[in-house]
């Protein structure tokens, strides 16, 4: 018996999801849901319907787990309380700051209504998460350092484009080797936001704008680039659509830790990631997320969790018989 | 109130898990336990006793884990089973193909016993078995590759120690970079075990010993070193105990994988450790694995589990609600 996948917003990562679950043999698409007309929302899966999220809870019997793939900003706020009162639901609601508080509100209602709802799905937070927390609970007398890139920064795009006589951009966020060897060597060094990343940026330009002024408007934009070295290039549309297309991302948590009596010995674990296509990898994430949700509400249990309360056999397809003869 | 820890077996094992238990506020040793006459073993820490193995049951109310820190061929498969009808325990039973049924073992009498078992604790299996489940589960269309070192494998320096006319040795397990290269790159190679890994040995010979003979039979030693390039150093005792003292290890679970519709994207997942001290890394793993088991129990978990049965959580000494706010 598959697990019946519903999938509500199809954008990026509802897409990947789609791809995702066409990987995995055990997980099946049963719908799409859109808040678009579905009749314009054309999914690669044949043979799956696309319907209006106005008619989600006639699948409430028909789907095990519904993904949600709203922005944090203003739909999974609303959304994932809502639907843990119909459905097992995963998120990956990203606004770090606001995680305990989205905890609260999604637990009650999944409490309330017997099912599993696992927020903030994803690789940060989600696999980064999970790493700073083993290598922390590991080498306790240690430091954990998160690196993000070389990779696409939607935010940091979007916040250029806004500025006057910006026509397009992609901004790439790249860790600073010399950071990087720093935290290797064990050194536990102490960096600055500008020592640990730099900030790249392709921009298209309207015809006549002045680029000095954008130039400078992009450099000094507080929060966003004001704190980094940033490098700014012009380049022409052709250009930016054929070089700047994808979506990479990636990143590291490197975590130097003291052991021995005395703290004589030092030892270093690194996790990268290296990413083609950061939605899809976190759909791949989130549907490995699905399968666990399922398997947990199965065992009995409900409530809000996140990537560290699932036991990782929960994300595998196998048994756990399997699972000690070939991968422990 | 601390969680109390019991230590079976006092050799580089029990001394890191000593350590370990040192940085860990929530953690407090209670007893060391020894085959040898206690009197002549000498721990680290302050006012705490040693005793005889005999004496174990008395400490029956007085311990929250018992720590295994025999060897895997005969010490664990007759202890583990054995202390789990008394004791909450953890061991690092490391020899993968009796992994099953060791498991079955165990869990029968934790499961009678209403304990806790963790078995398998450590990096691998462990810290590098986790990685390669969650790994596959994101990933299942990829491959999942091992390297270990540079490091010293004890196994293969006794190994040579057995040989005719040698005084002592060190070997360390190297892998090759281009081998790595090549998985980093995407590419899913096949590799030969050649390939992946080469061995250097550093050989201390008695005197008018045929060192021909034995770097010939060195390098002839089937299973050991037949099926690697191997380098073999012929060096004094003095340089051996100057230069080759520590027990250095470490190593890379890296896997590729392909995402969308058409497997149009690659993605790369590298776990490295580079460790100063194998046995007390494997101890710092240990120390918060059994803190993991003392809660699990306390949750009324029973039976033998991996470290794939444990909800990462469960592994920290902060609260969920710091985790959430910290961490994820």
Not at 17 to 38: G, Y
Not at 156 to 184: F, N
Request: glycine share 8%; net charge negative; with cysteine.
């Amino acid at each position: 018996m598959s697990i019946k996948i519903g999938i509500m917003g199809y954008g990026n990562l509802g897409r990947g999801i789609e791809c995702a679950i066409k990987q995995n043999a055990d997980l099946e698409l049963v719908a799409v849901f859109s808040r678009r007309d579905p009749k314009t929302v054309k999914i690669l899966t044949e043979g799956v319907g696309v319907y209006h999220v106005d008619e989600v809870l006639n699948f409430k019997d028909k789907i095990d787990v519904l993904v949600l793939c709203g922005g944090s900003a203003t739909d999974l706020p609303a959304q994932t309380p809502e639907y843990a009162k119909y459905f097992n639901v995963v998120d990956s609601f990203d606004t770090h700051a606001k995680i305990p508080e989205h905890f609260e509100n999604v637990n009650k209602t999944a409490k309330e209504n017997g099912h599993v709802a696992v927020i903030s799905s994803g690789w940060d937070p989600g696999m980064f998460s999970l790493n700073r927390l083993y290598a922390g609970a590991v080498l306790p007398n240690g430091t954990s350092y998160t690196f993000w890139g070389k990779g696409v920064s939607q935010g940091h795009s979007d916040a250029i484009r806004r500025i006057d006589g910006v026509k397009d951009a992609r901004q790439y966020t790249i860790p600073i080797d010399s950071a990087l060897e720093a935290v290797r060597s064990g050194s536990d060094p102490e960096l600055s936001t500008r020592e640990k990343h730099e900030r790249e940026c392709f921009v298209v330009v309207e015809n006549g704008a002045d680029k000095q002024r954008i130039e400078n408007e992009i450099k000094t934009m507080p929060n966003y680039f004001a704190d980094y070295n940033t490098t700014v290039h012009f380049i022409s549309q052709e250009e930016l659509d054929r070089d700047h297309k994808g979506i990479p991302h990636g990143g590291f948590v490197i975590h130097s830790g003291k052991t021995g009596w005395n703290q004589e010995n030092t030892h270093i674990i690194e996790y990268s990631l290296k990413l083609d296509s950061n939605p899809e990898f976190t759909s791949s994430v989130i549907a490995a997320v699905a399968r666990a949700a399922h398997k947990m509400h199965k065992d009995g249990l409900t409530g809000c969790k996140t990537m560290f309360d699932i036991a990782p056999s929960y994300l595998s397809p196998l048994t756990p018989e399997d699972l000690r003869a070939k991968l422990l």
